[in-house]
Antibody
Framework: QLQLQESGPGLVKPSETLSLTCTVS??????????WSWIRQSPRKGLEWIGS???????YYNPSLKSRVTMSIGTSHNHFSLRLKSVTAADTAVYFC?????????WGQGTLVTVSS | DIQMTQSPSSLSASIGDRVTITCQAS??????LNWYQQKPGKAPKLLIY???NLEAGVPSRFSGSGSGTHFTFTISSLQRDDIATYFC???????????FGPGTKVDFK
């Protein structure tokens, strides 16, 4: 059964870089043509797509975040990652990793990241 | 960017009631519209894809319709397990980009 698990620091200081990893079990990132995505949710902005990475490493990013976002895929360890630089309090949210791009078929449980000094 | 609106923002209903939620897109999105259910503290769950297709394993009391800019999501007979927030989500294919509606919270009257 597919499982996605987010991991990373729950607290990040303003101006620093937020780094999260999503570990995939029950499916191989490199064995199909799915995109793997990051989506965040906050009371202020609701659900917001951050971006997606393909099994081959191709990426699509939300234009509003593109200058600060990097996503990568690690097929040897069946995971994919998110880096969001120069964070502010507005980046405080629950971050979900997920399978799918235009349609999000499966989500991780989410991890709360707070930006605060 | 395409903006999505939902109405109502919240509603109260009784067990067995028919519940209808609408989603409006700021421009024509054909049938590129999905619906998700989210319970408190949980991740969203896909219910309907491409406006009217029921995801595998989802009860048939859930349905969706519409195309262009106006879409409808219906629960034919509300069950206790349906208390949740429901989101619509549109997608572009070229370039790929998705945006979500603000959500509709459904609870018991």
């Amino acid at each position: 059964q597919l499982q996605l698990q987010e991991s990373g620091p729950g607290l990040v200081k303003p101006s620093e870089t937020l780094s999260l990893t999503c570990t995939v079990s029950g499916d191989s990132i490199s064995s199909n043509h799915f995109y793997w995505s990051w989506i965040r949710q906050s009371p202020r902005k609701g659900l917001e797509w951050i971006g997606s990475v393909s099994y081959s490493g191709g990426t699509y990013y939300n234009p509003s975040l593109k200058s600060r976002v990097t996503m990568s895929i690690g097929t040897s360890h069946n995971h994919f990652s998110l880096r969001l630089k120069s964070v502010t309090a507005a980046d405080t949210a629950v971050y979900f990793c997920a399978r799918g791009l235009t349609t999000v078929y499966f989500w991780g449980q989410g991890t709360l990241v707070t930006v605060s000094s | 960017d395409i903006q999505m609106t939902q109405s109502p923002s919240s509603l109260s209903a009784s067990i067995g009631d028919r519940v209808t939620i609408t989603c409006q897109a700021s421009q024509d999105i054909s049938n590129y519209l999905n619906w998700y259910q989210q319970k408190p503290g949980k991740a969203p769950k896909l219910l309907i894809y491409d406006a009217s297709n029921l995801e595998a394993g989802v009860p048939s009391r859930f349905s969706g319709s519409g195309s262009g800019t106006h879409f409808t999501f219906t629960i034919s007979s509300l069950q206790r397990d349906d208390i949740a927030t429901y989101f619509c989500q549109q997608y572009h294919n070229v370039p790929p980009r998705i945006t979500f509606g603000p959500g509709t919270k459904v609870d018991f009257k």
